[in-house]
């Protein structure tokens, strides 16, 4: 099971997120074959999906504005979309996704 789905205008990931980590990173989570993000913001205020906002345009290369929390604004479990060549991401989401937490 891969951890993004396809889409005509990019792909959605889903992802777990620990907030308050020591180190930043995004890759292949352990439970549901979706992605792992580990993030040193806290949960407050939105600052968590922030940071998880600028992770993923970081690790995938796009701009801020063409990554969005799409699924689970307040939950751990969230699902990002990323606009762009769907390919393209694919191939990044597919090389992160073979490097375990």
Same mark, same amino acid.
């Given at each position: 099971?891969? /951890?993004?789905t396809?889409?005509?205008?990019?792909? @959605?990931?889903?992802v777990? @997120?620990? &907030?308050?980590? +020591?180190?930043?990173?995004?890759?292949?989570?352990?439970?549901? =074959?979706? *992605?792992?993000?580990?993030?040193?913001?806290? &949960?407050?205020?939105?600052?968590a999906?922030?940071?998880?906002?600028?992770?993923?345009?970081?690790? *995938? /290369?796009?701009?801020?504005r063409?990554?969005? !929390? @799409?699924? =689970?604004?307040? +939950?751990?479990?969230?699902? @990002?979309? !990323?606009a762009g060549?769907? +390919?393209?991401?694919?191939?990044?989401?597919?090389?992160?996704?073979? !490097?375990? &937490?």
């Amino acid at each position: 099971m891969s /951890g993004w789905t396809l889409r005509d205008d990019g792909i @959605v990931l889903a992802v777990r @997120v620990t &907030p308050r980590s +020591s180190k930043e990173m995004l890759g292949r989570g352990r439970e549901d =074959g979706g *992605f792992a993000a580990r993030i040193a913001a806290a &949960p407050v205020d939105g600052e968590a999906n922030a940071a998880l906002v600028r992770l993923v345009a970081r690790t *995938f /290369g796009v701009a801020k504005r063409d990554v969005t !929390i @799409v699924g =689970g604004d307040t +939950s751990r479990a969230k699902r @990002v979309a !990323i606009a762009g060549d769907a +390919s393209a991401l694919a191939g990044i989401a597919r090389r992160l996704y073979e !490097i375990a &937490p």
